[in-house]
Protein backbone atom coordinates (compact mmCIF):
# COMPACT_ATOMS: atom_id res chain seq x y z
CA UNK A 1 0.00 0.00 0.00
CA UNK A 2 1.54 3.60 -0.98
CA UNK A 3 1.30 6.32 1.40
CA UNK A 4 1.55 8.96 -1.34
CA UNK A 5 -2.00 9.85 -1.32
CA UNK A 6 -2.25 9.95 2.90
CA UNK A 7 -0.92 13.12 3.07
CA UNK A 8 -2.42 14.95 0.05
CA UNK A 9 -2.79 18.56 0.92
CA UNK A 10 -5.47 19.15 -2.05
CA UNK A 11 -7.52 16.12 -0.97
CA UNK A 12 -7.43 16.64 2.91
CA UNK A 13 -8.60 20.47 1.86
CA UNK A 14 -11.48 18.80 -0.27
CA UNK A 15 -12.61 16.59 2.30
CA UNK A 16 -12.34 18.57 5.31
CA UNK A 17 -15.87 20.09 6.59
CA UNK A 18 -16.73 23.83 5.71
CA UNK A 19 -16.17 25.96 8.96
CA UNK A 20 -19.17 26.69 10.75
CA UNK A 21 -20.15 29.69 12.20
CA UNK A 22 -21.67 29.04 15.05
CA UNK A 23 -22.20 32.69 16.74
CA UNK A 24 -25.13 34.06 14.24
CA UNK A 25 -25.20 38.03 14.27
CA UNK A 26 -26.87 39.25 17.56
CA UNK A 27 -28.29 42.26 15.61
CA UNK A 28 -29.86 39.89 12.91
CA UNK A 29 -31.00 37.29 15.29
CA UNK A 30 -32.60 40.21 17.16
CA UNK A 31 -34.50 42.18 14.27
CA UNK A 32 -35.64 38.33 12.69
CA UNK A 33 -37.33 37.47 16.37
CA UNK A 34 -39.00 41.14 16.27
CA UNK A 35 -40.63 40.83 13.07
CA UNK A 36 -41.46 36.97 13.53
CA UNK A 37 -43.35 38.46 16.96
CA UNK A 38 -44.64 40.95 14.59
CA UNK A 39 -46.41 38.94 12.17
CA UNK A 40 -47.50 36.50 15.13
CA UNK A 41 -49.56 39.72 16.45
CA UNK A 42 -50.89 40.94 13.27
CA UNK A 43 -52.11 37.03 12.76
CA UNK A 44 -53.87 37.38 15.75
CA UNK A 45 -55.07 40.62 14.91
CA UNK A 46 -56.62 40.57 12.00
CA UNK A 47 -58.46 36.72 13.34
CA UNK A 48 -60.60 39.35 15.05
CA UNK A 49 -64.32 39.21 15.15
CA UNK A 50 -65.15 43.09 16.03
CA UNK A 51 -62.70 46.11 15.78
CA UNK A 52 -63.63 48.91 17.29
CA UNK A 53 -67.69 48.18 18.53
CA UNK A 54 -69.24 46.40 21.04
CA UNK A 55 -70.92 43.51 20.51
CA UNK A 56 -74.34 43.86 19.37
CA UNK A 57 -76.63 41.94 21.76
CA UNK A 58 -80.44 42.55 19.60
CA UNK A 59 -79.27 40.68 16.38
CA UNK A 60 -80.57 41.32 13.02
CA UNK A 61 -83.55 44.07 12.75
CA UNK A 62 -84.85 41.30 10.94
CA UNK A 63 -84.49 38.78 13.26
CA UNK A 64 -86.00 41.19 15.93
CA UNK A 65 -89.24 41.62 13.34
CA UNK A 66 -90.00 38.48 13.29
CA UNK A 67 -90.41 37.55 17.02
CA UNK A 68 -88.12 34.41 17.36
CA UNK A 69 -84.73 33.73 17.18
CA UNK A 70 -83.43 30.60 15.52
CA UNK A 71 -79.65 31.19 17.24
CA UNK A 72 -77.84 32.32 19.95
CA UNK A 73 -75.46 35.42 18.96
CA UNK A 74 -71.63 34.32 20.35
CA UNK A 75 -70.17 37.18 22.33
CA UNK A 76 -67.08 35.53 23.16
CA UNK A 77 -65.19 36.00 20.21
CA UNK A 78 -61.80 37.70 20.11
CA UNK A 79 -61.38 41.42 20.49
CA UNK A 80 -58.88 43.52 18.59
CA UNK A 81 -57.20 46.85 20.04
CA UNK A 82 -56.74 49.66 18.53
CA UNK A 83 -52.90 49.57 16.58
CA UNK A 84 -51.86 51.54 14.43
CA UNK A 85 -48.67 50.08 13.78
CA UNK A 86 -50.73 46.30 13.31
CA UNK A 87 -53.36 48.50 11.06
CA UNK A 88 -50.45 49.62 8.87
CA UNK A 89 -48.94 46.41 8.82
CA UNK A 90 -52.30 44.92 7.39
CA UNK A 91 -52.76 47.75 4.71
CA UNK A 92 -48.82 46.81 3.36
CA UNK A 93 -49.58 42.80 3.45
CA UNK A 94 -52.71 43.76 1.35
CA UNK A 95 -50.82 45.62 -1.58
CA UNK A 96 -48.35 42.73 -2.10
CA UNK A 97 -49.16 41.29 -5.08
CA UNK A 98 -50.12 37.09 -4.81
CA UNK A 99 -46.85 35.79 -5.87
CA UNK A 100 -44.13 32.90 -4.17
CA UNK A 101 -43.49 34.72 -1.40
CA UNK A 102 -46.62 36.07 -0.40
CA UNK A 103 -47.69 31.84 -0.49
CA UNK A 104 -44.58 31.15 1.81
CA UNK A 105 -46.09 34.18 4.20
CA UNK A 106 -49.83 32.46 4.46
CA UNK A 107 -48.50 28.99 4.73
CA UNK A 108 -46.23 30.04 7.63
CA UNK A 109 -48.13 32.16 9.58
CA UNK A 110 -51.62 32.38 8.08
CA UNK A 111 -52.43 28.38 7.50
CA UNK A 112 -49.53 27.16 10.28
CA UNK A 113 -48.53 24.39 8.11
CA UNK A 114 -46.45 21.78 10.07
CA UNK A 115 -43.81 20.41 8.03
CA UNK A 116 -41.84 22.95 6.46
CA UNK A 117 -40.29 20.63 4.38
CA UNK A 118 -43.00 19.09 2.70
CA UNK A 119 -44.72 22.89 1.88
CA UNK A 120 -41.65 24.04 0.43
CA UNK A 121 -41.57 20.69 -1.95
CA UNK A 122 -45.45 21.74 -3.08
CA UNK A 123 -43.80 24.96 -4.00
CA UNK A 124 -41.11 23.25 -5.25
CA UNK A 125 -38.55 25.21 -3.54
CA UNK A 126 -35.96 23.84 -1.07
CA UNK A 127 -36.35 24.65 2.65
CA UNK A 128 -33.59 27.19 3.44
CA UNK A 129 -35.14 28.90 0.23
CA UNK A 130 -38.63 28.86 2.11
CA UNK A 131 -36.88 30.45 5.23
CA UNK A 132 -34.99 32.84 3.32
CA UNK A 133 -38.06 34.09 1.10
CA UNK A 134 -40.32 34.22 4.11
CA UNK A 135 -37.36 36.62 5.65
CA UNK A 136 -36.69 38.80 2.55
CA UNK A 137 -41.03 39.15 2.43
CA UNK A 138 -41.50 40.18 6.13
CA UNK A 139 -38.63 42.94 5.91
CA UNK A 140 -40.29 44.01 2.80
CA UNK A 141 -43.65 44.49 4.58
CA UNK A 142 -41.73 45.99 7.39
CA UNK A 143 -40.58 48.42 5.62
CA UNK A 144 -43.97 48.87 3.80
CA UNK A 145 -45.74 49.07 7.03
CA UNK A 146 -43.76 51.51 8.77
CA UNK A 147 -43.33 54.30 5.32
CA UNK A 148 -47.82 53.72 5.55
CA UNK A 149 -47.52 54.65 9.31
CA UNK A 150 -45.04 57.40 8.57
CA UNK A 151 -47.22 59.12 5.57
CA UNK A 152 -50.53 58.64 7.92
CA UNK A 153 -48.76 60.27 10.45
CA UNK A 154 -47.54 63.15 8.33
CA UNK A 155 -51.20 63.39 6.91
CA UNK A 156 -52.50 63.85 10.51
CA UNK A 157 -49.54 66.60 11.45
CA UNK A 158 -51.13 68.65 8.62
CA UNK A 159 -54.62 68.24 9.28
CA UNK A 160 -54.02 69.30 12.71
CA UNK A 161 -51.66 72.03 11.68
CA UNK A 162 -54.65 73.32 9.73
CA UNK A 163 -57.08 73.30 11.88
CA UNK A 164 -54.75 75.30 14.32
CA UNK A 165 -54.43 77.79 11.65
CA UNK A 166 -58.17 78.06 10.10
CA UNK A 167 -59.76 81.58 11.71
CA UNK A 168 -62.42 80.51 14.29
CA UNK A 169 -66.29 81.37 12.76
CA UNK A 170 -68.13 80.52 15.81
CA UNK A 171 -69.00 84.27 16.52
Known sequence: MTDNNLYDPVALRLAAAAPQNHDPDPEATQEQQDLDNLCERWVAWKSTRRFYAPPSNMGSILGQLSGSRTRALKTDGPDAFC????????IAYSSQPDA??????????????????????????SRSHFYLVLSDFRKRVH?????????????????????????????
Request: charged share 20%; proline share 3%.
Open 83 to 90: SAELAAFH
Open 100 to 125: LDKRVFDLYYVHRVAPIKTAAAALKI
Open 143 to 171: AAAKNVLAVNLQKAAEMSSAKLSAPDKTL
